[in-house]
T-cell receptor, first 111, second 114 residues
């Protein structure tokens, strides 16, 4: 499995932007970069994903490095409801792909 | 769609008892995953199915754990006999196809073994 590396924790203030980094130096050409988050006492939920180009949706933006060895999840204005564990995982192009999660980044948002 | 449905949401049982956790994936999804989450070990992949066939069960901790997917709309994870160290939140997730497709998780089943 291609591995990802994330900081254990990050802290932000409410209404400020947050940049959550992820390193994936062994990414293969067919791997998609997915981000999920887990709010307290809930199951993980999808945030955003991309392959090569930067992506935007209503929740966040995903910036992918040109060499694809790293990516950054951007929350444009953090709210208290964004406090969660954020996971970056690689999902390959084939259907039989083992989806394993690392420890993720615990994001704390201060009021 | 109601999403991935898991039952029971909470289960408290005594050591040695059999536990069965159930999962109904999203209709049309052909891959199903069982995960276990604890504070110490995080989110661990136990087993995953593709088109109802178990593809990789290397994450199943030991023979006390078994999983089945008799059809595309139902899967079970069974622990027999249960032990206190099995206490965890068990998540089921499903997705369709490959690559770009999103993984959708259920709300989880919190198991406590006394």
């Amino acid at each position: 499995d291609a591995k990802t590396t994330q900081p254990n924790s990050m802290e932000s203030n409410e209404e400020e932007p947050v940049h959550l980094p992820c390193n994936h130096s062994t990414i293969s050409g067919t791997d998609y970069i997915h981000w999920y988050r887990q709010l307290p006492s809930q199951g993980p939920e999808y945030v955003i994903h991309g392959l090569t180009s930067n992506v935007n949706n209503r929740m966040a933006s995903l910036a992918i490095a040109e060499d694809r060895k790293s990516s950054t999840l951007i929350l444009h204005r953090a709210t208290l409801r964004d406090a969660a564990v954020y996971y970056c995982i690689l999902i390959g192009g084939g259907s039989n792909y083992k989806l394993t999660f690392g420890k993720g980044t615990l994001l704390t948002v201060n009021p | 769609d109601a999403g991935v449905i898991q039952s029971p949401r909470h289960e408290v049982t005594e050591m040695g008892q059999e536990v069965t956790l159930r999962c109904k994936p999203i209709s049309g999804h052909n891959s199903l995953f069982w995960y276990r989450q604890t504070m110490m070990r995080g989110l661990e992949l136990l087993i995953y199915f593709n088109n109802n066939v178990p593809i990789d069960d290397s994450g199943m901790p030991e023979d006390r754990f078994s999983a089945k997917m008799p059809n595309a709309s139902f899967s079970t994870l069974k622990i027999q006999p249960s032990e206190p160290r099995d206490s965890a939140v068990y998540f089921c997730a499903s997705r369709q196809g490959s690559g770009a497709n999103v993984l959708t998780f259920g709300a989880g089943s919190r198991l406590t073994v006394l």
